[in-house]
């Protein structure tokens, strides 16, 4: 059973700080690419922030130098940290994986999201 859980939003100020979380329940875990992506009503869902099996990331321009991706492979999560929060940053948060070609598994896996709002 493949799951991901995400937590850690919640209602924040402008300039103040997040810490969302994501517990993977999906084979392969350290292997695998894990993303955040984003949608905010009206809006195409957005590619936020990658960390790879190697531990490279790469984030969208319009979070770069505020958020950080990082995991911990031992606990089967991943964590963005928000920084520095803008109210163009408000959107559902959403924990995704996708193929992992090398162990047959050729579908996409997404939580739930969690909600962040940026709102003084």
């Known amino acids: 059973q493949v799951q991901l859980v995400e937590s850690g939003g919640g209602l924040v100020q402008p300039g103040g700080s997040l810490r969302l979380s994501c517990a993977a329940t999906?084979?392969?875990?350290?292997?695998?690419?894990m993303d955040w992506y984003r949608q905010a009503p009206g809006k195409q869902r957005e590619l936020v922030a990658t960390?790879?099996?190697?531990?490279?990331?790469t984030y969208a321009d319009s979070v770069k130098g505020r958020f950080t991706i990082n995991r911990d492979n031992a606990k089967n999560m991943v964590y963005l940290q928000m920084d520095n929060l803008k109210p163009e940053d408000a959107a559902i948060y959403l924990c995704?994986?996708?193929?992992?070609?090398?162990?047959?598994?050729?579908?996409?896996?997404w939580g739930q999201g969690t909600q962040v709002t940026v709102s003084s």
């Open positions: 999906v084979s392969a875990f350290d292997i695998r690419a």
């Open positions: 960390i790879r099996s190697s531990g490279s990331t």
């Open positions: 995704h994986t996708g193929p992992l070609i090398s162990r047959w598994d050729y579908r996409d896996y």
